[in-house]
């Protein structure tokens, strides 16, 4: 465990000194600045930063845990002909990779409700789940990222496959949940929907957060098929349970992918 930390204390000082970090962070900010002013700091508010979270966060994970495997790939080759283990090598790599990110993102978002005094408000337990679940998916989409660079030697290549993935998830997935339930018509579509939802980490995120408001609506065909059969605890449970799930999985083929490449 010593050697996972002494790979990730330089991983983390480039970070913070990168600039990028901090541009993320102060443009997330800003965004939810303006939406807190004009939008009151309600449920609205939160609804609409939601918005912006899932579509920034698994961008800037997939684009940087992409561009970092192959930024990285001279110093990997050099550490990987020293007697370190895989595991912890790709360990080192990876927190050091997801974690700045996971925390300019988590800061940036919470920072103007700290400012306007209602990030212990009424809004705190939602705003809590929200940095979670924030985190969770800039994790898991540099887990994704990682296996996307990992199989894809060339740069360009794998960064357009991160872009598709992106696309799929954030652009496209509403629209083919859209499709599956008109082309069911008339039949039951409660699990259809539910598999689609478990599917996209997004959508797990978005309901997560959403679940047990009038902004459910907002949802559409998912939101209001969770709202009937998931909206008890037991179904927040499942529901943090799928999104760890989400977690688990990439991460280990991340892992396993890192271990068998043969650099």
């Given at each position: 465990?010593?050697?996972?930390f002494?790979?990730?204390?330089?991983?983390?000082?480039?970070?913070?000194?990168?600039r990028w970090?901090?541009?993320?962070?102060?443009?997330?900010a800003?965004?939810?600045?303006?939406?807190?002013?004009?939008?009151?700091?309600?449920?609205?508010?939160?609804v609409?930063?939601?918005?912006?979270?899932?579509?920034?966060?698994?961008?800037a994970?997939?684009v940087?845990?992409?561009?970092?495997?192959?930024?990285?790939?001279e110093?990997?080759?050099?550490?990987?002909?020293?007697p370190?283990?895989?595991t912890?090598?790709?360990?080192?790599?990876?927190?050091?990779?997801?974690?700045?990110?996971?925390?300019?993102?988590?800061?940036?978002?919470?920072a103007p409700?700290?400012?306007?005094?209602?990030?212990?408000?009424?809004?705190?337990?939602?705003l809590?789940?929200?940095?979670?679940?924030?985190?969770?998916?800039?994790?898991v989409?540099?887990?994704?990222a990682?296996?996307?660079?990992?199989?894809?030697?060339?740069r360009?290549?794998?960064l357009?496959?991160?872009?598709?993935v992106?696309?799929?998830?954030?652009?496209?997935?509403?629209g083919i949940?859209?499709?599956?339930?008109?082309l069911?018509?008339?039949?039951?579509i409660?699990?259809p929907?539910?598999?689609?939802?478990?599917?996209?980490?997004?959508?797990?995120?978005?309901?997560l957060?959403?679940?047990?408001?009038?902004?459910?609506?907002?949802?559409?065909?998912?939101?209001?098929?969770?709202?009937?059969t998931?909206?008890?605890?037991?179904?927040?449970?499942?529901?943090?349970?799928?999104?760890?799930?989400?977690?688990?999985?990439?991460?280990?083929?991340?892992?396993?992918?890192?271990?068998?490449?043969?650099?």
């Amino acid at each position: 465990m010593s050697i996972v930390f002494r790979l990730l204390r330089p991983a983390l000082r480039e970070a913070i000194r990168g600039r990028w970090l901090l541009g993320l962070a102060l443009a997330l900010a800003l965004t939810g600045e303006l939406l807190i002013r004009f939008g009151g700091g309600g449920t609205t508010t939160l609804v609409s930063l939601l918005d912006v979270a899932l579509i920034v966060t698994p961008l800037a994970a997939l684009v940087v845990g992409t561009m970092q495997v192959h930024h990285a790939r001279e110093i990997t080759e050099l550490l990987l002909a020293q007697p370190i283990e895989r595991t912890r090598l790709f360990a080192g790599l990876y927190l050091g990779t997801a974690l700045p990110l996971a925390a300019a993102l988590i800061l940036g978002l919470l920072a103007p409700f700290a400012w306007h005094g209602l990030l212990f408000g009424p809004l705190a337990p939602r705003l809590l789940t929200f940095a979670g679940a924030t985190g969770v998916l800039a994790m898991v989409g540099t887990a994704l990222a990682f296996i996307i660079a990992l199989r894809a030697d060339d740069r360009v290549r794998a960064l357009g496959l991160a872009l598709a993935v992106w696309l799929l998830g954030a652009v496209l997935w509403d629209g083919i949940v859209l499709l599956l339930a008109l082309l069911l018509g008339d039949r039951p579509i409660e699990v259809p929907l539910l598999v689609m939802m478990a599917l996209n980490p997004l959508d797990l995120a978005r309901v997560l957060l959403l679940l047990g408001t009038d902004a459910a609506a907002l949802l559409g065909y998912t939101g209001a098929v969770v709202q009937h059969t998931l909206g008890t605890l037991a179904g927040r449970a499942v529901l943090c349970a799928a999104l760890t799930l989400w977690l688990a999985v990439p991460l280990w083929l991340a892992g396993r992918t890192f271990r068998l490449k043969d650099f």
